[in-house]
């Protein structure tokens, strides 16, 4: 899942920004509202979190210009302003959530899910795939009942390939959707993970889940019988 801060402390956003990653999140930073903008713009997010104090404008004219575009990307608003009329203006320009700084980084994380589960239909409660099931709010994946011990990134990779099962998916899309703007264009990353997960795949399925398509990238499908 990919995030975008807006956060004008760069300290406190590349804080948070180490812990989401752990976590398994794609993290783009955006230090103003221009910023944040032209970000939105050019990239697809599950979620972002929004400061209301930025240094070119406030967060809630970024979140009313948002929604005035019919933009239904989920947002946080994670502010020191935790007065009341603050939270109910930020509700009712289209926030999901409103919560306090500083606010406990696992609380966060779960604020997070819980927004992309109501808000965003690609996101199914349970993906089955042949043997393979995959529940992205509880973190876990089995095949064949037995199930996986994946870290964060392997089931973030696992996870976005069973979103969009049985299309190609490009090194691209997963490296931009689960690295965000840190990846390396000819990063061997990809190649790792994918190996790790057919492995452990294959430890309790004969079948080849993930295939490669040469010159194009991944797909995820079960073999017909």
Known sequence: ???????????????????????????????????????????????????????????????????????????IISTARGQIEDRIKGLNLGADDYVAKPVDSNELIARIRAVIRRNNNSVLPIITIGNLVVKPAQHYASINNHPLTLNAKEF??????????????TRTMLMEHIWGSDFETFSNVIDVYIRNLRRKLEKYSQQNLIKTVRGKGYILGHDEQ
């Open 1 to 75: 899942m990919k995030v975008l801060i807006i956060e004008d402390d760069q300290t406190l956003a590349q804080n948070l920004k180490q812990v989401l990653q752990k976590d398994g999140f794609a993290i783009d930073i955006a230090v103003s509202k221009e910023n944040g903008l032209i970000e939105i713009e050019v990239n697809e997010y599950d979620c972002l979190i929004l400061d209301i104090n930025l240094p070119d404008g406030s967060g809630f004219d970024l979140l009313r210009d948002l929604r005035k575009i019919k933009n239904k990307t989920p947002v």
């Open 156 to 169: 973030a990779v696992l996870e976005y390939l069973a979103q969009h099962g049985g299309q190609i998916i």
